[in-house]
């Protein structure tokens, strides 16, 4: 089945110490969406990727990284892990365009001890 | 500037009773309105979406919802509550590729 596979579920990192979570689709989707999402709260976009065209979030801080090394992988990257940081992080794809749905992986729950 | 506001973080409902949840929205344009369910530990799903035409919108597991533009409202139903039912749910407007989440209706379902 065509879907959004986030890997891996369950990350445990050091404070301070560099992260990678995975994502990849089989949807052939433009848009590929990293959002952040802390515990009973709305998911929080941190960036998209129109294609190659990276998109920021204003208030996403500068810790926060991502890479699109082609249209079916986005990786987030955290360059310093901070307590702050523990959340639940969503990997999401759309067409693109007016209308359409996001399609949402299963999602990685990062501690940050 | 698009956004949406659900009203009541929690709502409790008896099995079998009617669930109602509620979302309104603020846009400038014509809004995409979405609902996304979302269980514990993992993505959000899509129930249903608002793009144009009927504005009675029939998803997943029962669920519908109605587009009011007069009252800027996109209330979630489901005549029935079902025990499966517990879960977050996400109101969502679309502005071109970006989403806009409501902060979220826990639902429980009291046996």
């Known amino acids: 089945d065509a879907m959004v596979i986030q890997n891996p579920r369950y990350q445990v990192t050091q404070f301070g110490k560099p992260v990678t979570l995975s994502c990849s689709q089989t949807?052939?989707?433009?848009?590929m969406y990293w959002y952040q999402q802390k515990s009973s709260q709305a998911p929080k976009l941190l960036f998209h990727?129109?294609?190659?065209?990276?998109?920021n979030e204003a208030d996403t801080p500068d810790n926060f990284q991502s890479r699109r090394p082609n249209t079916s992988f986005c990786f987030l990257d955290i360059r310093s892990p901070g307590l702050g940081d523990a959340a639940m992080y969503l990997c999401?794809?759309?067409?693109?365009?007016?209308?359409?749905?996001?399609?949402f992986g299963q999602g990685t729950r990062l501690t940050v001890v | 500037a698009q956004s949406v506001t659900q009203l009541g973080s929690h709502v409790s409902v008896s099995e079998g009773a009617l669930v109602l949840l509620r979302c309104n929205y603020s846009?400038?344009?014509?809004?995409?309105l979405f609902w996304y369910v979302q269980y514990p530990n993992q993505g959000l799903q899509l129930l249903l979406k608002?793009?144009?035409?009927?504005?009675l919108v029939k998803g997943i597991n029962g669920f519908e919802a109605e587009f009011k533009k007069s009252e800027t409202s996109f209330h979630l139903t489901k005549p029935s509550a079902h025990m499966s039912d517990a879960a977050e749910y996400f109101c969502?407007?679309?502005?071109?590729?970006?989403?806009?989440f409501g902060t979220g209706t826990s639902l429980t379902v009291i046996p």
């Open positions: 608002y793009t144009t035409g009927a504005t």
């Open positions: 969502a407007v679309s502005d071109s590729n970006q989403f806009y």
């Open positions: 949807l052939n989707h433009n848009v």
């Open positions: 990727y129109y294609d190659k065209d990276f998109n």
């Open positions: 999401a794809t759309s067409v693109g365009g007016v209308g359409t749905e996001a399609f």
């Open positions: 846009s400038s344009v014509p809004p995409y």
